[in-house]
């Protein structure tokens, strides 16, 4: 379902110079307007340290990856963050960035499918569903990692805050060994001690999405499209085959999770920091980090190299299987053409830094 394909803003609002959200008045300040970020605390105030879960799945899980998801280990988090209450929205890219890369942009007669069966279905299910209200509410796509990170700083420094990563441009990094001799592959290193915004771990994101949960979904045993956009096909057998749209929905379309987070199963995947590695030698099979980490395994940042980035959370053409919390996918750090990709973002506490 992935789809081939400066900053310009002149004048600053008080609302991204002091990171005031702005909502309509009328709509219980669910909405958020232009670049308002809303973030959410991770887990919620009150929450007994420390700050733990079970990460990834169970054998018995219905769909599970032992590769990819296994074995399962005790995370530990020494303090709290705050997490994107929406993905990034297309509304929020453009005014940060003066511009909108997405496929999805609500204007069906614009949009090109290709001429397969499956492109076919796909602009068959899409058209009744791609007029939305507002197209700004829809996730960002077709944004590459490494513009994610760059969003991450700006963004930061248009708050007045401190950036966290540091990117040169100019030096390959040696630790992505994606073969691709031609990519991008800008180092990118974590910045200490700073509060700027930053893409989730995978540790952040997973114990976001199940907020408290230890089921497949933060639903429980199985969802339904009318609590997801994915391809609406059944998850366990005895499940009802839901709605496929075809396309992207608003961010704020769906419930919650239990930590009032929006859009964690299914719309568009979302990136996250950690790598995700082939062994070339291996007939590309993954070395899996789950099968190298401690356990306890304090604050995970991942493996220190790889060849792809993580991303989590399933997408409106997949299965809900690739839905589920504790799945894993990756996606190539330099390409900008990914349909249903999106990302949101991290922040310290007030008061604290990373």
Same mark, same amino acid.
């Given at each position: 379902?992935?789809?081939?394909?400066?900053?310009?803003?002149?004048?600053?609002?008080?609302?991204?110079?002091? !990171?005031?959200?702005?909502? %309509?008045? %009328?709509?219980?300040?669910?909405?958020?307007?232009?670049?308002?970020?809303?973030?959410?605390?991770?887990?919620?105030?009150?929450? $007994?340290?420390? @700050?733990?879960?079970?990460?990834?799945?169970?054998?018995?899980?219905?769909?599970?990856?032992?590769?990819?998801?296994?074995? &399962?280990?005790?995370?530990?988090?020494?303090?709290?963050?705050?997490?994107?209450?929406?993905?990034? &929205?297309?509304?929020?890219?453009?005014?940060?960035?003066?511009?909108?890369?997405?496929?999805?942009?609500?204007?069906?007669?614009?949009?090109?499918?290709?001429?397969?069966?499956?492109?076919?279905?796909?602009?068959?299910?899409?058209?009744?569903?791609?007029?939305?209200?507002?197209?700004?509410?829809?996730?960002?796509?077709?944004?590459?990692?490494?513009?994610?990170?760059?969003?991450? #700083?700006?963004?930061?420094?248009?708050?007045?805050?401190?950036?966290?990563? #540091?990117?040169?441009?100019?030096?390959?990094? $040696?630790?992505?060994?994606?073969?691709?001799?031609?990519?991008?592959?800008?180092?990118?290193?974590?910045?200490?001690?700073?509060?700027?915004?930053?893409?989730?771990?995978?540790?952040?994101?997973?114990?976001?999405?199940?907020?408290?949960?230890?089921?497949?979904?933060?639903?429980?045993?199985?969802?339904? &499209?009318?609590?997801? #956009?994915?391809?609406?096909?059944?998850?366990?057998?005895?499940?009802?085959?839901?709605?496929?749209?075809?396309?992207?929905?608003?961010?704020?379309?769906?419930?919650?999770?239990?930590?009032?987070?929006?859009?964690?199963?299914?719309?568009?995947?979302?990136?996250?920091?950690?790598?995700?590695?082939?062994?070339?030698?291996?007939?590309?099979?993954?070395?899996?980090?789950?099968?190298?980490?401690?356990?306890?395994? @304090?604050?995970?940042?991942?493996?220190?190299?790889?060849?792809?980035?993580?991303?989590?959370?399933?997408?409106?053409?997949?299965?809900?299987?690739?839905?589920?919390?504790?799945?894993?996918?990756?996606?190539?750090?330099?390409?900008?053409?990914?349909?249903?990709?999106?990302?949101?973002?991290?922040?310290?506490?007030? !008061?604290?830094?990373?």
């Amino acid at each position: 379902m992935r789809r081939f394909m400066f900053l310009g803003i002149a004048v600053l609002t008080l609302a991204i110079t002091f !990171g005031i959200v702005a909502c %309509d008045p %009328d709509d219980g300040g669910k909405i958020p307007k232009d670049f308002g970020i809303e973030m959410v605390q991770v887990p919620p105030v009150g929450t $007994p340290t420390p @700050y733990s879960f079970v990460m990834g799945s169970p054998e018995e899980e219905v769909g599970m990856e032992p590769v990819r998801e296994t074995p &399962t280990r005790t995370v530990i988090f020494t303090q709290g963050f705050r997490m994107g209450k929406y993905p990034i &929205t297309q509304g929020q890219y453009r005014a940060v960035m003066g511009k909108n890369p997405s496929f999805h942009q609500g204007a069906f007669e614009d949009a090109t499918f290709p001429s397969t069966p499956a492109g076919i279905a796909r602009k068959t299910a899409a058209e009744p569903n791609w007029e939305v209200e507002n197209p700004d509410m829809l996730p960002v796509e077709c944004v590459g990692w490494y513009e994610m990170v760059e969003f991450c #700083n700006i963004l930061s420094e248009l708050e007045g805050r401190t950036k966290a990563y #540091n990117i040169n441009k100019a030096v390959r990094d $040696p630790n992505n060994i994606n073969t691709g001799a031609d990519d991008v592959k800008w180092s990118i290193t974590l910045i200490p001690g700073t509060n700027g915004y930053r893409l989730p771990t995978e540790a952040q994101w997973e114990y976001a999405c199940r907020a408290g949960t230890t089921t497949p979904f933060s639903t429980g045993e199985t969802i339904t &499209t009318d609590q997801a #956009n994915f391809n609406g096909t059944k998850y366990l057998p005895d499940d009802e085959e839901g709605e496929y749209r075809g396309t992207t929905t608003p961010v704020d379309k769906f419930p919650a999770n239990g930590w009032g987070l929006y859009d964690m199963h299914g719309n568009v995947y979302e990136a996250c920091w950690d790598f995700i590695m082939y062994a070339w030698t291996e007939a590309n099979s993954y070395i899996n980090y789950y099968t190298i980490a401690e356990n306890p395994d @304090y604050n995970p940042i991942g493996m220190a190299m790889g060849e792809r980035r993580a991303e989590r959370g399933g997408t409106y053409g997949l299965a809900p299987r690739q839905a589920r919390s504790a799945w894993r996918e990756r996606c190539n750090q330099t390409r900008n053409n990914y349909d249903d990709l999106g990302f949101r973002l991290v922040l310290p506490l007030e !008061g604290q830094t990373w």
